[in-house]
């Protein structure tokens, strides 16, 4: 059993950075892949970025490659999502999730999901 708890969104302008914290309760949290998936009023839950619970393999959407980086510490079962050059376009709730194949979570068949944190970006 894993839970998820993110923090770390918030309001920030256009340009602007923010680090997403993803901690994790459970002793198997560093076998599990991780990923980050958002969602904004009205449109469907995305998939942002995924990692596989090594570290080695990161994968991301073409919308936030080069601007957004995914990472993890195993040892604080904590995964992060460093997010720059943030735009209007990303606001939204994201949420993070976890499951043992990292192709389960590219696709966001995951087993654990947590509640979600507001980031909001502003013009």
């Known amino acids: 059993q894993v839970q998820l708890e993110e923090s770390g969104g918030g309001l920030v302008q256009a340009g602007g950075s923010l680090r997403l914290s993803c901690a994790a309760s459970?002793?198997?949290?560093?076998?599990?892949?991780m990923g980050w998936f958002r969602q904004a009023p009205g449109k469907e839950r995305e998939f942002v970025a995924a990692?596989?619970?090594?570290?080695?393999?990161?994968i991301y959407a073409d919308s936030v490659k080069g601007r957004f980086t995914i990472s993890r510490d195993n040892a604080k079962n904590t995964g992060y999502l460093q997010m720059n050059s943030l735009k209007p376009e990303d606001t939204a709730v994201y949420f993070c999730?976890?499951?043992?194949?990292?192709?389960?979570?590219?696709?966001?068949?995951?087993?654990?999901w947590g509640q979600g944190t507001q980031v909001t970006v502003s013009s």
């Open positions: 999730a976890a499951d043992p194949r990292l192709s389960a979570v590219r696709v966001g068949d995951c087993d654990y």
């Open positions: 459970g002793r198997t949290f560093s076998s599990y892949a």
């Open positions: 990692i596989r619970w090594s570290g080695a393999t990161t």
